[in-house]
């Protein structure tokens, strides 16, 4: 277990109170009055029956942009009360550095890099996507009696080849596309991207032009709240929250000019460079919080709370206005600040609450551990390169000590094993880091280390080669 453990909750305050003085924001003193947490331990006596999978994902939410990460000017108490109330996990990491690998690695297990569409970072035409015929979380959980749906951002590729319908989930409501004007539903290229099941809401009796978020929210509590019979189900909510456009609920103004600029032919406009700020990303954090807040609310009076496994995470690290520190990098960089996101497990008839896990864990392997979980078998035609959290969350089992953690992206390369991570950025150079004494990635060990980064390149370098190689 990584040495700095101990420390985290201090370390954190200490490095918001210092963030804080450059943001021009006072650090929450209910920081210092947290709860304490205890470190992991299974509560292996416990059984129960296959839980309800509600696994939800916000979108370029940053490590510490969550309270109860270290974030000393936004309030997450919804969230903040789910990790009180299960596992929050330090060293979790996404599967890729943005949107549509990570996706590609959470839906297949795999890495992004084993498919076609997982190469695209993140996809940005309809040339590629998600193989209808690959197995995913959803088809294998499905094969095994679960019920479906996704509510939400897809894209992993965009009709008439690819859809989540096509791919596992029952049920489909959301945008195929990487982003969306939050109140016109207008995507990337202009287009109405508002879908119920393969059809546009546009090409129905109506449109909704209300705040998206809020929109999924109403539709995810709907769900959860359905009854399914005797079937168990899994729900991916895959909020577009808070992803640009910087627009929050109320912001009708400035999603006017937004749609302007989009009708004029301005092919950048959602990208909203011109907009924004730390206050405005505030405001979308917060109401992701809440919107989260409601959905669980639905689900604790469906009276199916106890028997559900929620998961909460980030797609990857922050952008522009995130909270990173004490990490560095963001979104597309595999910098810690780039892959290393807030990731909450809540299952109360397996799971105590108030614990906190140092356990290096990346998105393959929550693809593994829901399988096992719900008793779904993988394909041998397509074996997962997670590894199953199952034991370890509820039998009290160790992680492989020598497992390693790859990442790999256009231009840079990254292997977590134990608390050493090899990482070579766009520049070239070889790197090594102890994150346990490092996590700001700013001491470079590889003049000290040099048999220890020779030997986890070799790792990098024999996992990549069995992988498909980006077109030149």
């Known amino acids: 277990m990584p040495s700095h453990a101990s420390n985290l909750s201090r370390r954190a305050a200490l490095g918001g109170a210092a963030v804080a003085a450059t943001l021009g924001v006072t650090a929450a003193p209910a920081q210092a009055a947290a709860p304490r947490e205890t470190a992991f331990r299974a509560a292996s006596h416990r059984r129960s029956r296959r839980p309800n999978i509600l696994f939800v994902l916000g979108d370029d939410l940053g490590w510490a942009d969550l309270s109860s990460y270290g974030a000393p000017h936004i309030k997450t108490p919804n969230l903040d009360r789910l990790a009180r109330q299960g596992v929050r996990f330090t060293d979790a990491y996404s599967g890729s550095a943005t949107c549509s690998p990570t996706r590609f690695s959470l839906y297949t297990g795999r890495y992004p890099g084993r498919t076609k569409g997982g190469l695209a970072e993140p996809i940005a035409d309809r040339s590629v996507g998600l193989d209808p015929d690959h197995p995913t979380l959803a088809s294998l959980l499905r094969d095994a009696g679960y019920a479906t749906a996704l509510i939400g951002k897809w894209h992993c590729g965009y009709l008439p080849d690819y859809s989540p319908t096509k791919s596992g989930w029952d049920e489909f409501f959301g945008n195929f596309g990487g982003a969306l004007e939050y109140y016109s539903k207008l995507g990337l290229g202009g287009e109405y991207d508002l879908y119920e099941g393969d059809v546009r809401e546009g090409d129905a009796a109506y449109k909704d032009?209300?705040?998206?978020?809020?929109?999924?929210?109403?539709?995810?509590?709907?769900?959860?709240?359905?009854?399914?019979?005797?079937?168990?189900?899994?729900?991916?909510?895959?909020?577009?929250?808070?992803?640009?456009?910087?627009?929050?609920?109320?912001?009708?103004?400035?999603?006017?000019?937004?749609?302007?600029?989009?009708?004029?032919?301005?092919?950048?406009?959602?990208?909203?460079?011109?907009?924004?700020?730390?206050?405005?990303?505030?405001?979308?954090?917060?109401?992701?919080?809440?919107?989260?807040?409601?959905?669980?609310?639905?689900?604790?009076?469906?009276?199916?709370?106890?028997?559900?496994?929620?998961?909460?995470?980030?797609?990857?690290?922050?952008?522009?206005?995130?909270?990173?520190?004490?990490?560095?990098?963001?979104?597309?960089?595999?910098?810690?600040?780039?892959?290393?996101?807030?990731?909450?497990?809540?299952?109360?008839?397996?799971?105590?609450?108030?614990?906190?896990?140092?356990?290096?864990?990346?998105?393959?392997?929550?693809?593994?551990?829901?399988?096992e979980i719900g008793g779904a078998r993988p394909s041998p035609a397509y074996p997962l390169d997670g590894t199953s959290l199952a034991g370890y969350l509820l039998r009290g089992e160790e992680l492989p000590a020598e497992r390693a953690l790859f990442w790999r992206v256009r231009g840079e390369r990254a292997v977590r094993r134990g608390d050493w991570k090899y990482y070579r950025g766009k520049g070239g150079t070889d790197q090594l880091f102890n994150l346990a004494a490092d996590r700001r990635e700013q001491a470079d060990r590889a003049a000290d280390e040099p048999a220890l980064l020779a030997e986890l390149r070799a790792v990098w370098e024999k996992t990549d080669k069995s992988l498909l190689p980006y077109a030149s």
Do not use: C
């Not at 808070?242 to 989009?262: K, L, N, T």
């Not at 995470?313 to 990098?329: I, Q, V």
């Not at 600040?337 to 609450?353: C, E, K, S």
């Open 209 to 371: 032009l209300r705040y998206y978020t809020r929109i999924l929210t109403e539709r995810a509590s709907e769900y959860v709240r359905r009854d399914h019979g005797d079937r168990p189900w899994l729900l991916n909510l895959n909020f577009t929250t808070p992803h640009w456009p910087w627009i929050a609920d109320g912001d009708e103004e400035e999603s006017a000019e937004v749609v302007r600029r989009i009708k004029a032919g301005d092919g950048r406009a959602l990208f909203h460079n011109d907009g924004g700020s730390v206050e405005k990303y505030t405001q979308m954090v917060e109401d992701l919080d809440r919107s989260v807040g409601k959905v669980l609310t639905a689900l604790r009076e469906s009276g199916q709370e106890k028997d559900t496994l929620v998961f909460f995470a980030s797609d990857n690290g922050g952008e522009r206005f995130s909270y990173n520190w004490p990490l560095s990098g963001n979104k597309a960089s595999l910098q810690e600040g780039g892959i290393r996101v807030p990731t909450i497990v809540r299952w109360p008839a397996r799971l105590d609450g108030g614990q906190v896990s140092h356990e290096p864990v990346f998105t393959p392997d929550w693809t593994a551990t829901l399988l």
